[in-house]
C-alpha cells in the first residue's frame, strides 16, 4: 500500500507544482499581489498591463473564435507593413494597415491589424529589428496565420527591464530566470528528463520553453512554454497545459510566497486537490547527487488523498531551492497518518533532482 501511495502523490504532488505547475484551468495569468506596490517590485517595474492575460501561438491559431473580443498582452517583431487586402478591409476598418511579425522568439509568424497612424513608428521598429509590446485582441487566421488586433502599446520593452542583481537577492533569487538561462531536471532515475530555457525576458517576468523527453526515444520530446513571474511577495510559474476539452490553457502555480521565514504558509488548489505549503527552513544543506547546497529554502507540502472508497491517506513533498541557483529538487513521501510522515531528511531518494 505505502507504494501504491507514493505512486499517487506523484501524479498529484511534485509533478503537478514543478511540471505541470497547475492552478485553476483558465487561460488568465496570475493578477499581480494586491499588496505590491502600484509601479515598482524590488528591482522590478510592474507595467500597468500585468493584469492581462498571455496566449501561446496555438491558442491563437486554434481557439481566435472563443477569444475574439478579450484584450491580452504580448510582444511581436514587427517585419514589414503591408497593404490591406480587400478581403480584410470589413474586419480591420478604415484607415488600418496589415503588419507581418514574428512572436518574440521568432519561431512563428503571424499578422496585426494596426492604425495607418501607427504605421511610421511600427515600420521603424522593423528596420531597426525591434520589439513591440502591445495589447491585443484575436481576430482570426489569415493566409494560414494568426490575426489580431492592435488596441494599443504596452510599453514594455524587455531589455534592461530586469537589473542585473534583481535575480541576486530577495525573493527572486531562488527561481532566477535570467535571459538564455538552462537548467535540467531529472525525473526518478532518468526516467524523464525536463530541460528548460529562458529565451525572453519582460517586465516582472521571463518565458521560455520546456522540452520535456525520455532518454533513449527520442521521439518522445514534448516542447512547452513557461512563464515566470515575479512579485515583491511571490514566484508564479505558469505552463500551458490541456483543459478538459484538449484545448490549450496556460495554468499557473505560486511556487513561493514570503515573508521568506519558517512558518510562512499558504494554499496551492491544483486539479481542485487543495494542498497547503509552508516554509519550513531558509538555511537547509543538503546533497543532490555530488553537488552540495546551502542556505536552501525548504517548502513543505501537504494534501489529503483518497486512495479508493473512504480511505484517505497523507502524500507530502519537499521542495528545495538554493538561492541564485533556483530549484534543485524534491522529495516525497506518503502515509495514512501526517504522524507517520517522514522529515525531508529522512528520505535518502530525491524524485526531481537537479543535474546540470
Not at 126 to 142: C, E, H, I, N, Q
Request: with cysteine; aromatic share 8%; net charge positive.
Amino acid at each position: 500500500m505505502k507504494k501504491q501511495y507514493v505512486i499517487t502523490a506523484w501524479s498529484g504532488g511534485c509533478a503537478v507544482s514543478v511540471i505541470s505547475i497547475i492552478l485553476a484551468a483558465s487561460v488568465f495569468a496570475q493578477a499581480p499581489e494586491k499588496d505590491a506596490p502600484a509601479n515598482r517590485v524590488r528591482n522590478v517595474v510592474v507595467s500597468k498591463y500585468a493584469e492581462l492575460p498571455r496566449l501561446t501561438y496555438r491558442m491563437l491559431q486554434n481557439d481566435h473564435d472563443f477569444l475574439k473580443g478579450e484584450k491580452f498582452q504580448g510582444a511581436i517583431y514587427p517585419v514589414k507593413i503591408l497593404k490591406m487586402p480587400a478581403g480584410l478591409g470589413k474586419t480591420a476598418g478604415a484607415d488600418m494597415r496589415l503588419v507581418r511579425a514574428t512572436i518574440a522568439n521568432r519561431k512563428h509568424s503571424l499578422y496585426v491589424i494596426i492604425p495607418k497612424n501607427a504605421a511610421i513608428r511600427v515600420s521603424e521598429l522593423a528596420r531597426k529589428k525591434k520589439v513591440l509590446s502591445l495589447v491585443y485582441t484575436p481576430v482570426g487566421v489569415y493566409g494560414g496565420l494568426p490575426l489580431i488586433k492592435l488596441i494599443e502599446e504596452s510599453d514594455d520593452d524587455p531589455a534592461g527591464s530586469i537589473s542585473a542583481d534583481f535575480f541576486k537577492t530577495g525573493i527572486a533569487q531562488y527561481f532566477p530566470a535570467p535571459k538564455d538561462a538552462r537548467w535540467t531536471i531529472a525525473v526518478g532515475k532518468d526516467i524523464r528528463l525536463l530541460e528548460y530555457e529562458v529565451s525572453e525576458i519582460l517586465k516582472g517576468k521571463a518565458r521560455g520553453i520546456r522540452r520535456e523527453s525520455i532518454p533513449g526515444r527520442p521521439d518522445s520530446e514534448k516542447m512547452t512554454p513557461f512563464i515566470v513571474e515575479y512579485s515583491a511577495n511571490s514566484i508564479t510559474v505558469s505552463v500551458e497545459a490541456r483543459d478538459g476539452m484538449e484545448r490549450p490553457v496556460l495554468k499557473s502555480d505560486v511556487l513561493i510566497r514570503g515573508p521568506l521565514k519558517n512558518g510562512t504558509r499558504w494554499i496551492s488548489a491544483a486539479d481542485g486537490v487543495e494542498r497547503q505549503r509552508e516554509i519550513i527552513s531558509t538555511n537547509e544543506t543538503v546533497m543532490a547527487g555530488e553537488v552540495e547546497y546551502r542556505d536552501l529554502l525548504v517548502v513543505k507540502e501537504l494534501s489529503k488523498l483518497s486512495s479508493g472508497g473512504d480511505s484517505t491517506y497523507i502524500a507530502v513533498t519537499y521542495y528545495f531551492y538554493a538561492p541564485k541557483v533556483g530549484f534543485i529538487g524534491c522529495k516525497i513521501d506518503s502515509a495514512e497518518s501526517a504522524n507517520s510522515i517522514r522529515s525531508h531528511a529522512e528520505i535518502s531518494d530525491w524524485f526531481m533532482r537537479r543535474i546540470d
